[in-house]
């Protein structure tokens, strides 16, 4: 099968997020496409298979299968819309958590994913000593999502994953405050891998409207605080965010099974 890496949420090579891109032309097994994944050692591997007008697109960590990844999305409409369909300015992608739209915005490409609302719950002493710290306000959602009084606080939190593996209710742990020089900037630690993500799309239709509502604007511009970094061009709209970025080819060859 062909086989893609492209850098999301950037248009520099080592710089934002690397997803491995694997185009199918037939069906395989789960437990294939998780061995792919597996070997790869990619935050996450998309498989993508066309289905029509549309292509089938799954997301696999090294050790299991994701709901949703934004990056690798976005890097997938990278290879569909540079690679496979050069000439097609929209791709839909049939995913686990629904149909996803993806189409060329000037230079970027703009991502509409579903909305996913935090609720804030109260800082308790488990959260707390997990962390590190007593954190100013902490909502729930797929992730656990941790507010802060500054950008020096997102930026020089040091995770230590056995402590946090303990926060076991959630996928992900994700630090923020107000930005600088943008709206809000974030950081990404998975605790299951032990590693801090690069940029993630996910973390970020629920960072939206919670940063929505705090800053009274509905259009943002984010940053991820990790030591690749990358910007995220970021819109609320009625049942949806809107993420806008770039992609970078870093490989393209083939892997063979």
Not at 41 to 48: C, H, M, Q, W
Not at 68 to 90: D, Q, R, W
Not at 194 to 221: F, Q
Request: charged residues 25%; glycine residues 6%.
């Amino acid at each position: 099968m062909k086989y893609y890496v492209a850098d999301a949420f950037t248009d520099e090579i080592f710089k934002g997020n690397p997803a491995g891109i694997c185009v199918l032309e037939d069906i395989i097994p789960d437990e294939t496409m998780q061995k792919i994944a597996f070997e790869n050692n990619l935050s996450e591997t998309a498989f993508l298979r066309k289905t029509g007008e549309a292509y089938s697109l799954r997301w696999f960590t090294p050790t299991f299968e994701i709901d949703l990844c934004g990056h690798a999305t976005l890097a997938s409409a990278f290879i569909v819309m540079t690679y496979l369909e050069p000439t097609v300015n929209t791709v839909t992608f049939d995913t686990m958590s629904g149909a996803i739209t993806v189409k060329r915005k000037g230079e970027a490409l703009e991502m509409s994913l579903p909305v996913r609302i935090p609720k804030k719950i109260p800082v308790t002493d488990e959260i707390s000593e997990a962390l590190g710290f007593v954190p100013k306000e902490v909502y729930s959602e797929r992730d656990l999502y941790i507010l802060t009084d500054s950008q020096a606080d997102v930026e020089g939190y040091i995770p230590d994953y056995d402590k946090l593996k303990k926060l076991d209710k959630w996928l992900g742990i994700v630090i923020t405050s107000k930005g600088n020089d943008c709206d809000f900037v974030s950081r990404f630690f998975c605790p299951e891998l032990k590693l801090e993500d690069p940029v993630t799309g996910s973390s970020h239709i629920t960072l939206v409207p919670l940063w929505s509502e705090k800053l009274g604007k509905s259009e943002m511009t984010a940053r991820q605080l990790s030591k690749r970094s990358g910007t995220l061009y970021c819109e609320l709209c009625p049942g949806c965010v809107k993420l806008s970025g770039k992609a970078a080819l870093y490989l393209s060859g083939e892997i063979f099974i």
